[in-house]
């Protein structure tokens, strides 16, 4: 779990310098600035501490991202605190309000805590104490993190390193790093730096994949869909692909790629507008200027005279502030008009642009999907048997997630080759193989090797993982001299890493209740059994 505290600066002083009241106002729309960004992002509010507020970030429900959301989460109650001082120095109430806020991520037991007088949801454990110790370090208007925290999501933001600090509690001092802001253009990355190996295990969805940017260039379009469980090289796969797709410069192909978030499926047609980003290349982050300024040189590059049956929607679409003559196209228009007039516009775009270049159209993580633009992209998907366009699918096996509508549709349009490719876990041989890619020691200890090839169970991402903890703990080391890897101690047994821990929650907190007590009974029971042992047990506890 990732524990965030907030804290307004000076408090004590400033509520002596007014009426209760008046300060009791004044907190509590400190507190809506907070609550609102972690309620944005599926936290809770465990604790409203006077003049501070306490969140978790994966209990009572938990995410395999929640140490990026945390950090998400603060950034945007620093941008809405800054307003609300604005706001309260324009009302000369406050001149200087200030907040601070800590985060830390680690094991905490979460539950509800007290008596039958008074009972609250609490998380106890060193990581709360330590999140507390963050936030009363950071400067004011900041954002302080643990390093536990910083390397659950070291690619994704820009961060100042701090140094370490004594903390009170701690016999030794605390790495910690101060929060910039979001690094634009980052995407999670996987894998080890400075490791890598050729991609393994693939060679027939490859090959398939292959095929496909044959057909699209020869003017056949297709839809595919890349079906796996977390970690089973999804994302690996394409960009393999689109580097062999890319490769030939005497037939190129336009390659575009939206992704979907795993907090964004309240977030309207999310997906839509990210690809559209792409195709315009516009990415996330332009400004409007930049924005309103490609989306025009586009459409009137591709469309002339009939841009006004697309710009202004496809403007409209992305939030842009339009021309008066092309936003009264699009003034009047209700809910089901205007959606019809997206779906409408965005198809005619597609059009032009695989006329143009035959184009391969990725979306990642379609499981996260928003509901809007599955809708919208549903009614798209028919384009790829008129032009050469090839529309990928990239998910997890999740029938119930609004994106698998996508998969499905697929498959009854007629005139277009519908596939999809399923990842299965690597083979032992397989995984062995990767082991030895990725750090070259052929003479690595049977009884390790086995002991990584057991927890990982054929995921090349959990392969990944448990290297990098067992390199990050010293059991694996390059040797001073001919920088080797080598082995430096023995090692009797294999955590899961802190890493893979927001992966496995997540899903097992998408259990019903009853599966998921049934799992929970077995874990104890422990890694293998027979059936009518674990049976016998329910049994008994009723």
Known sequence: ???????????????????????????????????????????????????????????PIAHEDDAERAIRVACEILDSIETYASELRAKKRVENFQLRIGLNTGLVVVGNIGSDLHMEYLAIGDTVNLAARMQSAAEANTILISESTHRLAANLFDFEDKGKIAVKGKAEPIQVYRVIGERKGAVRARGIAGLTSPMVGRSREF???????????????????????????????????????????????????????????SMAHHLSTDILRALINAPAGSSEEETHRALAQTTHALLDGDMKEVYPYLGHLLGLKLEEEMAARVKYLDGPALQAKYIAAYKKFLQAIAHAQPTVIVCEDVHWADPSSVELGAQVLSIASEVPMVIVFVTRPDKDAAGWKLIAQSHEITGVGALELHLAPLSDSDSKQLVNNLLEIDALPENLRKMIL???????????????????RGGIARHADNGEWIVTREIQNIEIPDTLQGVLTARIDRLPDDAKRVLQIAAVIGRKFQVKVLERVLEQMG
Request: with cysteine.
């Open 207 to 265: 090959a398939t994949l292959l095929q496909i940017i044959a057909d699209v260039r020869a003017g056949r379009g297709s839809i595919a869909a890349i079906i796996g469980e977390a970690g089973l090289g999804k994302s690996r796969l394409v960009a393999e692909w689109r580097k062999a797709a890319l490769a030939d410069a005497e037939r190129p192909i336009r390659w575009v790629e939206g992704r979907c978030l795993s907090y964004g499926s």
């Open 454 to 472: 057991a927890k990982a169970e054929g995921n090349p991402f959990f392969v990944e993982e448990v290297l990098r903890m067992l390199i990050d």
């Open 1 to 59: 779990m990732t524990a965030l505290f907030t804290d307004i600066v000076g408090s004590t002083a400033l509520a002596e310098q007014m009426d209760p009241e008046d300060w009791r106002e004044i907190v509590s729309g400190a507190h809506r600035c907070v609550s609102e960004a972690v309620y944005r992002y599926e936290g809770t509010i465990a604790q409203l501490l006077g003049d501070g507020v306490l969140a978790f970030f994966g209990a």
